[in-house]
C-alpha cells in the first residue's frame, strides 16, 4: 500500500491592480485603518499605528493563505546581515510588497519546476491540469439527481409504492 504526499499548492497572484488592491484590504485589516492611503504607497508605518513585527506576521499568513506562497519564503533574508527583525527588512510601501510578492511567487515556481523538472509555464500547466482532474473526479463522485420516473436506485425505473 503506498502512501501519497499531498502536492503542495504552488503561487497563483493576480493581475497586479487586483494584488494591489488586495493587498492593501489585507494590511487595513490586520492594522484596523483604512486601505486607501496604502493605495496611494504611503508608507505602511506612517499609515498604521500598530505596524509592527506581530501585523508584518500575520500580513505574511494572509498573504500564505490566500496565495500559497508560505511565510518563510515571504520573510526577506539579507545572507550577509543574517537574521533580522522582519519588520526591518519588510517592504515598506505597498508598491514595494507588491513587487515583492510577485519576485517571491516567480521565484517558488522556478524552485518548483526545477525540483519537477520542469519549465516554469509547465508547472503552471500541470497544476492546472491536477486541479481540474480533481474537479472532475468530485462531480464523478457525486449521485446523479433522481430524474421523472426515476426513483433514484440507479435503474431508472420509478419503483411502485
Known sequence: ???MTPTPSLPSLPD????????AEIIANVCRCDKE?????????????EFDSLAVLEILL?????????TDD?????????????????PQNLSELVAYTQEVAHRVLQREAALAGQEPAEALQARHAERLARAQQRTAARP???RDGDDGDGDGQKRDA
Open 1 to 3: 500500500m503506498s502512501t
Open 144 to 146: 446523479a439527481p433522481a
Open 16 to 23: 497586479t491592480p487586483e494584488l494591489r488592491e488586495k493587498l
Open 37 to 49: 492611503p496604502f493605495l496611494r504607497d504611503e508608507p505602511f508605518t506612517s499609515v498604521a499605528i
Open 62 to 70: 494572509e498573504i500564505e493563505t490566500l496565495y500559497h506562497i508560505e
Open 74 to 90: 515571504m520573510v526577506p533574508v539579507d545572507p550577509e546581515a543574517g537574521s533580522q527583525e522582519v519588520l526591518g527588512v519588510f
